[in-house]
């Protein structure tokens, strides 16, 4: 059901103005060499913001860990957690901040 909301979620940014990009290709790079693997960004919100959707029964933290990855390597400085799957959407937001910005 992700896929239902990331479409909802785009439409609703996109109607406020706001840029939206999804499922954006990050090639994982390591030591300088593209080694074949790709990571996929749910949404990326003007170009700042990270979004990684969920709707599972409750955040872990391997879900963390995955959007602190997409913050790392995209260098982008403010990342969501975003699961559909709660009684209230507020409860289900986690927001992460990158620290190792790279300027």
Do not use: W
Request: hydrophobic content about 40%.
């Amino acid at each position: 059901m992700e896929s239902v909301y990331q479409y909802c979620l785009i439409e609703e940014l996109s109607k406020r103005g706001l840029s939206v990009e999804s499922e954006l290709e990050l090639p994982l790079v390591y030591k300088g060499k593209e080694i074949g693997k790709t990571f996929r960004i749910d949404l990326l919100v003007e170009d700042d913001i990270v979004i990684e959707l969920k709707s599972v029964d409750e955040l872990k933290p391997i879900h963390e860990v995955q959007l602190v990855t997409y913050l790392k390597l995209t260098n982008k400085p403010i990342g969501l957690l975003m699961n559909f799957n709660v009684p209230l959407l507020t409860k289900g937001v986690k927001r992460k901040i990158n620290a190792e910005i790279r300027k």
